[in-house]
């Protein structure tokens, strides 16, 4: 605890405003809590609020150890009782949007993780290929291995995300 610093505090502070200001419960406790963290967090950094993780390919997508560092000191802090979120900032706009945006998925790990993937892959690999580039990738993908992801599902995550303005 002694090596934490003011800077890293005022990351979790910001990350544990930020979840509560969205209305997810914070989390790190189980699996899908650490993955619903990551890509909420990915998905949001993608729509323009900067956290300032940087984010690489992963078994679940993308994956952020710093952001990971920081979810399990808050969930250490919170613990302890030593980390208490600031007053419920009002939103900014974006967060804002953000928020509706996210609200019927933010506690659907599949979905999350989907729709992060399909974001970090259409950005880092497929940016001007088709999207069946990336559906085949992400239901066919055998160096994955866990992937396998069912296709109807894939596309109706793509369709979502184009709908949400998330993806073009």
């Known amino acids: 605890m002694s090596n934490v610093g003011t800077a890293q505090i005022g990351r979790c502070q910001k990350l544990l405003?930020?979840?509560?200001?969205?209305g997810k419960d914070f989390s790190m406790k189980e699996f899908d809590d650490r993955v619903e963290f990551q890509k909420i967090l990915y998905i949001a950094q993608q729509y323009g609020i900067d956290f300032e993780y940087p984010f690489l390919w992963y078994l679940k997508g993308p994956y952020s150890k710093s952001a990971?560092?920081?979810?399990?000191?808050?969930?250490?802090?919170?613990?302890?009782?030593?980390?208490?979120?600031?007053?419920?900032?009002?939103?900014?706009n974006l967060e804002?949007?953000?928020s509706k945006i996210i609200s019927d998925y933010k506690d659907n790990p599949i979905w999350l993780e989907i729709a992060s993937s399909v974001l970090y892959l259409r950005k880092e690999s497929y940016e001007n290929e088709p999207f069946d580039k990336i559906i085949g990738f992400l239901i066919e993908d055998l160096t994955a291995g866990y992937k396998n992801f069912d296709e109807e599902l894939v596309r109706t995550v793509i369709s979502d995300l184009v709908r949400l303005n998330l993806l073009k």
């Not at 405003?17 to 969205?22: A, D, G, K, M, T």
């Not at 560092?69 to 419920?88: M, T």
């Open 17 to 22: 405003s930020f979840f509560e200001n969205i």
């Open 68 to 92: 990971a560092n920081d979810g399990f000191l808050i969930e250490d802090l919170k613990n302890r009782q030593q980390l208490i979120s600031c007053s419920k900032p009002t939103l900014n």
């Open 96 to 98: 804002l949007e953000f």
